[in-house]
């Protein structure tokens, strides 16, 4: 008894478990949704050809897209590359068709209705694909009246499905659609070489290492970034309709004298281009265009159009593409610069670092007259801005790849005139410069190579032989880690003192002893100072101190400088003059001791102009003739007070500012 009660209980578990995997199973989205799926393409990469045929009662049209080494093609009516997102799009359509109703054939024939009613007797619309010799065969029919639907007959042909109309969809966009905009195939990263041909003229660039040469008419090193920019536009040329019914006179007509001829080369494959006349009549909204074909290649046969703006940014690539900037050096290298001009001679010389903290520093090195050997510091920012300013010279044109004696005198690079800055270190170069004898433009040349540039002149100002040009912006040297303890500014109109002091560093400091002033005199005052204990000019004037009228100078600055290492209260004088300030930024110094003029930096004449500038009193106009003179009211007479006098030390402050006539600016 108990042996029978198992086995019906095992029976009826067995039972449970079968129907819970069929209902399972029934629940399963997946499985119902392919169950839903009209397998009629399993493998979409087995695809080789795809055909569509079109008729409408204007047209009929096949459309015929073939699968290459090189990616889907169209083939009819024209050939052309494929748009690769837009057959896709039609391979997943096939490949996961959903059907919503299936209507069988013999159910169709029991109504009393035929495949006509359903269009699909003679349908618009036939889609066939070939997976190797197998070809397989779909007809598109009528729309349902239920809209975004359609009829489709399946291979077999067995029933009638109603299925979306994405399909339709897919297969009936616009050839533009259908075909890929793109010109050259060749991507950027690829392409190694650049041939334009326009006219009888041929350039050829070549990439080698990482940088561009045109190699063709001469062998010049070309712009990287512009090479790279024409390329990326050549890349990214798109056609923009293609001709399918010729103007008079054919495609001989076209193409019987070329715009240009563009040559892109790959990893061992090369794309040409070639560019025809003008498109007469464009269409409303769209950018001037020419015709153009694509040579040695399956669409040779297919006329296309081109935008011209992009092909016009390519005319004339020898001047475009190449290379301005032909002094090419490291500045790091460079340990001398040799300056030649007119006879005369001067070298920068880069000192050695005697530690490896140590700042850079560069001396003068220059034979005077006699040929006794001088040395000067060196100003480090400015020989900085000479090799940076050289690094960076551009030619603004190309006057020459292959100039006559004649042209060289004519340009000033031959003869005594001539401008010649060699730098040493790593790679000895020397630049050539000359003035035109006509037009007073620069010309550049190195001396190494025969190609002559025109630049701009800016650079004349930063090359020269005199060496006050390289010196060291620090007026002296040898009040290096001096400090001001005493200072008295004189105006020399009138020999009228307008602000004096003096310290003693042992008790007090500029800044107590000058508490009392107003606080714009005060911080004029101190800035002051600090300029003074590192006095550096801007510029140094070509006319020495003495070549200057004494009418030039209007103030009179001396300086007690206590030196380090000096005796307790000894002092060391110096003395400076200054003109009125001319303008907001440039104001006049000079040392004669140094036997210098200079231009003072901005910060002394921002603190000279403050303990200087008095407002002079406004001019009031003069009374027009024939206008009555206004006469002032008579004030009441008040007596005046007393007086008291009381002494005070001169010494015991500091003198403020005094009225300076004249001296406002």
Known sequence: MRLKLTIVLVLLNLGAFYWIYVLEKQSDPKEAYLHQTVNILSNASGVDQIRIQVKTAQRQEERVIARTRTGWEITSPYVWPANDNAIQRILTQLQFLEKEVSIPLDEIKRSGQTLADFGLEDPSIVLSYKMGEKEVELKIGAPTQLGKRVYLLPPGGDAVLVVSDELLKAITIGLAELRSDRVFDIPLFEVRSLTIEQGEQRYRFEESGDKWWLESPIRVRADNDKVDAALGQLTALRSVHIVRDLPSGGEAALFATPYMRITLGGNNRRRTLQVGAPVPNVLEGEAPQRYARLENDPASGTIFTVEQKPLERLSDPADRLRQRKFFVFNPAEVNGIEITEDGKSLTLQRLEKRQADEKESWQIFRKEAGGKIVTQPADTEVIGQLLQSLRVLEAKSFASDAPSGKDLEQWGLAGPKTRRVTLRGGTEQTLLLGVDKDSDGLYAKLAAEPFVYKVGSLILQQINSDPLTYRSRVLDQSMAGARVVGLTLTDLNGDKELFSGKIDTQKETWTTYWSSLPESEREAALNLVDQLENFRVSEYEDKPFKGWPDSTWRYRLSVDYF?????????????????????????????????????????????????????????????????EKAEPLPLPQQSAPSTQTSSSSADAAPKKPASSDGASN
């Not at 140094?594 to 002394?604: D, E, S």
């Open 563 to 627: 030196l380090p290492g000096s005796q307790e209260g000894a002092t060391t004088q110096r003395v400076y003059d200054f003109s009125p300030r001319e303008r907001a930024n440039y104001q006049l110094g000079g040392s004669s001791a140094n036997g210098l003029a200079f231009v003072l930096t901005q910060p002394m004449i921002d603190a000279l102009f403050t303990l200087t500038f008095v407002q002079d009193a406004p001019k009031l106009p003069s009374t027009p003739e024939g206008v």
